[in-house]
């Protein structure tokens, strides 16, 4: 998680004022991001920011429950 955590400070650093895309499995990868796109079976089910999915996507919900805290996704909700 050390990496993940380095390299997602180097795009923040790098990237000022740009779009940027990320694809990825991990929750924790793309929780900050201002717009999630979230896809199951390559159909787009939910977009929004991490506290708003957490409310209106149920896969995203249960992709977040599964890799983070239950306290870390409670306090987003």
């Not at 929750?27 to 708003?52: M, W």
């Amino acid at each position: 998680f050390a990496t993940d955590a380095a390299l997602r400070k180097a795009l923040k650093e790098q990237t000022h004022g740009m779009t940027v895309f990320i694809v990825s499995q991990r929750a924790s990868a793309v929780q900050r991001a201002d717009r999630i796109l979230v896809l199951d079976d390559g159909n787009l089910v939910g977009s929004g920011t991490h506290a708003n999915l957490l409310k209106t996507c149920d896969v995203y919900r249960e992709i977040c429950l599964s890799q983070l805290s239950r306290e870390e996704v409670e306090k987003t909700l």
